[in-house]
C-alpha cells in the first residue's frame, strides 16, 4: 500500500489530536476560520490522548483572589529545583482562568460550592491551584469542537516524519496503522502535539500497554522534532509517579486533598494533605514501601464523594479493579508502588524546548502538550500552551507562502517502509519493544552513574542495529510499531546522554546519580539541550541558562 | 512478511469479553478503540454480500425477537430491503456456515423480505446541506443507491431516467409476479422523501445533451445499465412472432404484449429467459419451453427460479442451440435445433461448439431470443471512455478514465450482473463522488475492508440438523397470474429460521494493546462488552 500516497496541504498540520492537539486545531479555527487546519492522529480522536475521558481536575488555574501568577512560577522553581524558564510557565497560567471561562461555555462542567465558588486544592508547594473539574466527556466534547470548527481529521495516520525545507519544517509523513499507506501533508506551520514518551520504562506488570499515561505515546513528537534538528531539553528527568499497584492508575491528588492518610510499610504515616511524591517514591526505594492510603477513617459521605470522582471521569475502570481485589475504601487501604519510568513534557521536564510563543528551536514547528517542555503544565498546559501555539502558528503561516518540495524526502521514507515490509527476522516487534524497554528500565533509571548509563547508551546501539536484522514483520500493524519502536531507542539514547551529561543528583528520584549524590547548583543549574547529530544515537549536548523574568505586580 | 504466529502480547489471555447474546457486531467498538486493539470477525455470509450487509446482525435480532433493531441494522446498509429481499442473487446462503452442517444455508434473503414486510425503514438523517450539484443519469439499483447515498452526504442530486419509473431494469424487466410495481415505487419513494430531483421520462441524448449535465453539475454519474437485448443475428430473427427477452418483459409488465399463440419457445439460460418463460406461461401460452445451450446445472438463471419454473410446466431443452428459424409465410413456426457439444472453450470463454449432426426441429408459435443484455452507450457520444461496449472507469474509484468529474456504475461499467451487485457499485461511486467533492483523495483506504478478521474457525460442534423453512408460493391457476408468486414469511417462520444462524464471528481483542480506557464499552449500543483488567494487572 506504500505506494498509495494520499497528499493534502494545510495552513497548520497538528500532529496528534489529545488534549493539547485537539484545543490547539479548534483554536486556530478560532484564531483565523479561514486557515486550514488538518489533524493525523494515531488512535481515534473522540477518545485518543492520556485523557481518553475526563480530569477530576485543571491542575493549574490561577483563579483571581486565590491563588496568583507569581505563586505559580515560586511552586515550579521548588519542583524544578530551579532548572525552569519563566516565560513559558508565565504565559501559561495567566491565561489559565480564561481557560476555564472558555471550557466553560463549551459545556465542560466544574462544580461550584454552595458559595458559588470553584472548589480549588492545593497540590503544589505553593498556592491552590487544582480546580475541580468533573466532566467524564471533556475529550469528547473538544473532539466534537475540532470537527465542527472544520478542521480535517484523519484518524489512524501516525506521524512519522517532519518534512523539512532549508532548515525549515514544512509539513509531514504520516503511515496509516493499519493499511501502511503513506499521507503527506505540506503545511506552512506545524505544530507537535503527541504526547510523550509513555512506553519507555517496563511497567513491573510486564505489559507494555500497563503503563501510567498512554501508550499511544512513545516518543513520536520527541524524535520527529529531533531528526528535524529540534534541541529537545529535560531528558535526564526520568519521572515515576506512585499510585495503585499494577493497574497504574493515578488517585492520588482526588484521595489525599479529600484527607486521605498516607502510610508506609513500616506503618509510619506521613501525610502532608497534599501529595509528596517525593517522599512516597524515597520511602519506597528505601525499603520501607509498600506505601498504602488509608480512607477507612474518612466519614462515608466522603468515601462516597472520592468514589464517584474516582470512578467515574478519568479513569473509571479502576472500580472494577478494586472490586477484583476486594478492596473496600471503608475496610481496606489501597497499595500504592511506583510506576514505570516515563517522560513527559507536561508533568515533568523531558521535552521540546519552547519559548512562550510555543516555538520550537526550528522555524515553521511549535509544540504543545507533553511533547513539549512546559514543566508541571499538566492538562492546563496541554490546553493554554496549545492556544498558544495556535495563536503563534497561524500568524507565521499567514507571514509566508505555501512550501513545495520534499518529494525527495517522501521517496526516502518509502523506501525505509518497504525495507521494513520485507524484514524476515524471527523476533515479533512486541517481543523487540519489551526487550528495549526492559534495557531502558535496567539502565536509564535512577540511581544512575556514569557507568551504568554507558551500558543504557551500548544497548541502545545495540538493539537500535538489531532491529532491522531481528525482528520480522507478523502484519501491517507491526509497520507503524516498528516506528514507535525505534522512537522509543532514540528517546533512551537521548535520555542515557542527557543523564550522563548532568554529573549531579536533581530533582530527588528522577535524576538520582550514586556517583554524583549532591545538588550542584555552582555548575548545573541550567538546562542541558540535546541536538541530533549524524544519527539518533549521536546526541549532541550543550547547555542553556535558565532565563528568569521579572512578575509583573 | 512471517506468517501470522501469535505475537509476544497476542500469547496473553484477552480482556474484551463479548456478549455474543447481545452483540450487533457492528463493529463500533473496533472503530472507537484508540490504540487499534479491537478487531471484528466478519461472518462469512458478510464477507460475502458485495454490500457488506449486517446479516449476521438483522438475522441474530430477528432470532432474539427484536425486528425493530434488527431493521436498523438492515438499513444501515440497504435502503431497498423488500426490493433486494426478493430479487437478490443472495451470495450470503451461498457463503452460510450452516450448510456444512445440514446443507442448507439460513434463508437469509428471506428474512431480510421478513423484516421489509413487517418493520418500517427507520428515518434517515441528512447531512447539513451542500451546494455541489450531482447528476446521475439512470435509476436503476446503482443510480438509485448513489441518488440515496449522495443526497444523505447533504448534496443536490437529480436522477435522470428515460423511464417513468425508477427502478432501471427491476421496473422495466423483472416480472411483477417476482417483484410487485408496489414495493418497487415504495422503496424508491425514499429517494423523492430525501430531496432527490426525479426527471424520469428525460432520455439522456435524445431529451438531453449530455453535455448539459457536464456542464451544469460538479459532478456526473453514468449508471445507464445494460438494456439492450443481444441479437443471435441469425437470418429469421426479425420474423413476425420472434420477440427479444428485454422487450417482451417490457411490453409484458405495460400490456402491450402481442397475441403469443399457443406455443412458446425461449433461447437463453440466464434469468431474463426464465423470467420470459414465466411471462409467456401468465400470458396463457400453453405450453412453453426453454432451450438453451447450457446444462441444467451451467445455466447461468438461479437455480431456485428455475425450479419454480419447472413447477408450472415449463420444459427446459438443456444443450441444444439454434440452428435456423423455420417460418410459415412471414410468421415464425418453430426452430431447427442443434446439439450443443460445449459452451465454453479451454480457457473458460463462451465458445459453443456444436454436433451439426444431431438437429431436431421444435415448433414454435412465439419465439423469445433471451442471451444477454448490452449497455447502450449511444447516447455518450464521445463525452466518456468506453472499452468492450463498456465505460471504462477505474475499477477502485470509478472514475472514467481520462475524466475528473464523471463516474460509472452498474450494468454500464461491468456488463450485466446482479441487482446487490450493482447496489455496491453505486455505493462506491457515490462514495468517489463524496470525495471528489470535498476533495479528498479518490484512493486512500479505499482497499481497506475494514477493522475485520475474514478468516477464522466457526464452532458448529454444538450445531443441530435442522431443515431449512420452505418459501411458501402461490399455487394452481394464481401461476397464471401476475400475482407475487413467493409469500411472505410469517413470525413463527423466522423466529425458527433465524434460530438455525450459527453467528459466526465476534468482535474480540485482537492485539492486546488495551489500556482499559473503555471507549470500547461507553459506545457499544447494546452494553454487550465488557472490559475487564487485563490479567497481569488484576
Not at chain 1, 496541504?9 to 486557515?35: C, E, F, N, R, T
Not at chain 1, 492546563?380 to 525527495?408: H, L, M, N, T, W
Not at chain 2, 443519469?137 to 448513489?146: C, E, K, N, S, T
Amino acid at each position: 500500500m506504500t505506494n498509495s500516497i494520499y497528499r493534502l496541504d494545510a495552513d497548520l498540520l497538528v500532529l496528534g489530536g489529545g488534549s493539547a492537539g485537539a484545543m490547539a486545531a479548534v483554536w486556530a479555527k478560532i484564531v483565523d476560520p479561514s486557515q486550514k487546519v488538518v489533524v493525523f492522529e494515531k488512535g481515534e480522536i473522540k477518545y485518543s490522548g492520556s485523557i481518553a475521558r475526563g480530569m477530576d481536575a485543571l491542575n493549574i488555574v490561577a483563579v483571581p483572589g486565590v491563588s496568583t501568577p507569581a505563586e505559580y512560577l515560586e511552586a515550579c522553581h521548588l519542583t524544578s529545583d530551579g532548572v525552569v524558564d519563566d516565560a513559558p510557565s508565565y504565559a501559561m497560567v495567566t491565561r489559565t482562568w480564561d481557560l476555564v471561562q472558555t471550557l466553560s461555555e463549551w459545556g465542560v462542567y466544574f462544580p461550584r460550592g454552595n458559595d458559588g465558588n470553584y472548589e480549588v486544592l492545593q497540590v503544589h508547594p505553593k498556592g491552590r491551584f487544582a480546580l475541580t473539574m468533573l466532566d467524564p466527556d471533556l475529550k469528547v466534547k473538544l473532539a466534537q469542537r475540532v470537527y465542527t470548527h472544520g478542521c480535517k481529521v484523519i484518524n489512524r495516520v501516525m506521524a512519522a516524519e517532519l518534512l523539512v525545507e532549508d532548515g525549515r519544517v514544512v509539513g509531514a509523513i504520516g503511515v496509516n496503522v493499519r493499511t501502511g499507506e503513506l499521507v503527506v501533508c505540506r503545511a506552512k506551520a506545524t505544530l507537535l502535539s503527541a504526547g510523550g514518551a509513555a512506553r519507555f520504562g517496563l511497567p513491573a506488570s510486564g505489559y507494555l500497554y500497563g503503563s501510567f499515561d498512554y501508550p499511544g505515546n512513545s516518543g513520536d513528537g520527541y524524535m520527529l522534532a529531533y531528526r528535524a534538528g529540534a534541541a529537545l531539553t529535560g531528558f535526564e528527568y526520568t519521572q515515576r509517579g506512585c499510585i495503585i499497584k499494577d493497574v497504574n492508575i493515578p488517585l492520588i491528588y482526588i484521595v489525599t486533598t479529600r484527607g486521605a492518610e498516607v502510610i508506609d510499610g513500616l506503618g509510619d504515616n506521613f501525610s502532608e494533605g497534599k501529595p509528596n511524591l517525593e517522599k512516597m517514591l524515597r520511602r519506597h526505594d528505601e525499603g520501607r514501601g509498600p506505601i498504602h492510603l488509608k480512607l477507612s477513617h474518612l466519614p462515608e459521605s466522603r468515601v462516597r464523594e472520592i468514589e464517584e470522582i474516582l470512578f467515574s471521569v478519568e479513569r473509571p475502570v479502576q472500580e472494577r479493579f478494586h472490586q477484583g481485589r476486594g478492596v473496600n475504601f471503608r475496610r481496606e487501604d489501597i497499595e500504592l508502588w511506583p510506576t514505570d519510568t516515563y517522560l513527559c513534557g507536561g508533568h515533568g521536564m523531558a521535552g521540546l524546548l519552547v519559548n512562550d510563543k510555543a516555538e520550537t528551536t526550528v522555524p515553521g514547528l511549535y509544540a504543545a502538550g507533553d511533547t513539549a517542555c512546559v514543566h508541571r503544565g499538566h492538562l492546563s498546559g496541554a490546553f493554554v500552551i496549545g492556544q498558544i501555539a495556535a495563536e503563534s502558528a497561524i500568524r507565521y503561516a499567514k507571514s509566508i507562502s505555501a512550501p513545495g518540495g520534499g518529494d525527495g524526502q517522501v521517496k526516502a521514507f518509502a523506501r525505509k517502509l518497504e525495507r521494513f515490509r520485507d524484514l524476515r527476522g524471527r523476533v515479533g516487534i512486541d517481543e523487540f519493544e519489551y526487550k528495549t524497554r526492559r534495557m531502558i528500565t535496567d539502565y536509564c533509571i535512577p540511581p544512575k552513574n556514569d557507568y551504568k548509563l554507558g551500558q543504557a547508551q551500548l544497548w541502545m546501539q545495540r538493539l537500535s542495529g538489531q532491529l532491522p536484522e531481528v525482528v520480522g514483520l507478523r502484519g501491517l500493524q507491526d509497520l507503524f510499531k516498528m516506528l514507535e519502536v525505534e522512537n522509543i531507542i532514540g528517546c533512551a539514547a537521548v535520555c542515557a546522554a542527557a543523564s550522563r551529561e548532568r554529573k549531579e543528583s536533581r530533582w530527588g528520584p528522577y535524576h538520582r546519580r550514586t556517583d554524583y549524590p549532591q545538588r550542584d547548583d555552582a555548575n548545573w543549574l541550567k538546562h542541558i539541550l540535546c541536538r541530533r547529530g549524524e544519527n539518533d544515537l549521536d546526541v549532541q549536548l550543550s547547555t542553556k541558562p535558565i532565563e528568569r523574568m521579572e512578575v509583573p505586580a | 512478511m512471517n506468517p501470522p504466529t501469535l505475537s509476544y502480547l497476542q500469547a496473553l489471555s484477552d480482556n474484551i469479553i463479548v456478549d455474543a447474546q447481545k452483540c450487533t457486531f457492528c463493529g463500533i467498538c473496533a472503530e472507537v478503540c484508540i490504540l487499534d486493539n479491537i478487531r471484528v470477525q466478519l461472518a462469512p455470509c458478510r464477507q460475502a454480500c458485495p454490500l457488506h450487509t449486517n446479516c449476521q446482525g438483522y438475522v441474530q435480532l430477528i432470532a432474539r425477537g427484536d425486528d425493530q433493531k434488527a431493521m436498523k441494522v438492515l438499513a444501515e446498509g440497504l435502503p431497498f430491503p423488500g426490493i433486494v429481499g426478493r430479487v437478490c442473487s443472495h451470495p450470503c446462503e451461498d457463503a452460510c456456515s450452516r450448510r456444512e452442517v445440514d446443507g442448507q444455508a439460513v434463508a437469509i434473503r428471506d428474512l431480510k423480505r421478513y423484516l421489509a414486510d413487517n418493520v418500517g425503514l427507520p428515518p434517515v438523517a441528512i447531512a447539513a446541506e451542500r451546494p455541489e450539484k450531482v447528476a446521475i443519469v439512470g435509476g436503476g439499483p446503482a443510480g438509485a443507491m448513489a441518488a440515496y447515498q449522495l443526497r444523505k452526504e447533504g448534496f443536490r442530486v437529480t436522477l435522470y431516467d428515460a423511464n417513468q419509473r425508477t427502478g432501471g431494469m427491476l421496473a422495466s424487466g423483472v416480472p411483477e409476479f417476482r417483484l410487485p410495481a408496489r414495493v418497487l415505487d415504495e422503496e424508491m419513494s425514499i429517494l423523492a422523501r430525501l430531496g432527490v430531483a426525479l426527471r424520469l421520462g428525460v432520455r439522456i441524448g435524445a431529451d438531453l445533451p449530455l453535455a448539459d449535465l457536464l456542464e451544469q453539475n460538479d459532478a456526473v454519474l453514468l449508471a445507464t445499465g445494460a438494456h439492450l437485448s443481444k441479437r443471435l443475428s441469425m437470418s429469421g430473427e426479425d420474423l413476425a412472432g420472434v420477440h427479444d427477452g428485454l422487450g417482451f418483459l417490457r411490453a409484458a409488465k405495460n400490456g402491450t404484449t402481442p397475441a403469443l399463440g399457443r406455443t412458446v419457445v425461449v433461447i437463453g439460460g440466464g434469468n431474463t429467459a426464465v423470467d420470459a418463460a414465466q411471462t409467456a406461461h401468465r400470458l396463457g401460452a400453453a405450453q412453453v419451453s426453454i432451450v438453451c445451450l447450457e446444462s441444467r446445472q451451467q445455466m447461468p438463471a438461479f437455480a431456485w427460479e428455475v425450479e419454480d419454473a419447472l413447477e408450472e410446466g415449463i420444459a427446459l431443452r438443456n444443450g441444444w442451440g439454434p440452428a435456423q428459424f423455420l417460418q410459415k409465410a412471414s410468421r415464425v413456426s418453430g426452430l431447427l435445433l442443434r446439439r450443443c457439444a460445449s459452451v465454453l472453450d479451454k480457457d473458460g470463454r463462451f465458445a459453443p461448439s456444436y454436433d451439426e449432426a444431431d438437429r431436431e426441429q421444435i415448433e414454435a408459435d412465439t419465439v423469445i431470443v433471451a442471451i444477454g443484455q448490452e449497455a447502450d452507450l449511444s447516447y455518450l457520444g464521445g463525452a466518456a471512455p468506453v472499452s468492450g461496449g463498456r465505460l471504462a472507469a477505474d475499477p477502485l474509484t470509478l472514475q472514467c478514465y481520462g475524466l475528473t468529474k464523471v463516474f460509472a456504475a452498474g450494468d454500464a461499467l461491468t456488463g450485466p450482473k446482479t441487482v446487490v451487485e450493482a447496489l455496491a457499485s453505486g455505493k462506491e461511486a457515490a462514495e468517489s463522488i463524496r470525495r471528489y467533492l470535498v476533495g479528498d483523495s479518490l484512493t486512500y483506504g479505499r482497499s481497506y475492508l475494514g477493522p475485520y478478521e475474514t478468516e477464522f474457525p466457526v464452532d458448529k460442534s454444538k450445531a443441530v440438523a435442522r431443515p431449512r423453512m420452505q418459501p411458501r408460493k402461490v399455487g394452481g391457476a394464481t401461476r397464471r397470474t401476475f400475482a407475487e408468486l413467493q409469500q411472505g414469511v410469517l413470525e413463527g417462520e423466522a423466529r425458527a429460521e433465524a434460530g438455525r444462524c450459527l453467528s459466526c464471528g465476534e468482535a474480540f481483542g485482537k492485539f492486546r494493546t488495551c489500556w482499559y480506557c473503555l471507549p470500547c464499552e461507553i459506545e457499544c449500543p447494546e452494553d454487550a462488552l465488557r472490559v475487564e483488567i487485563p490479567y497481569l494487572l488484576r
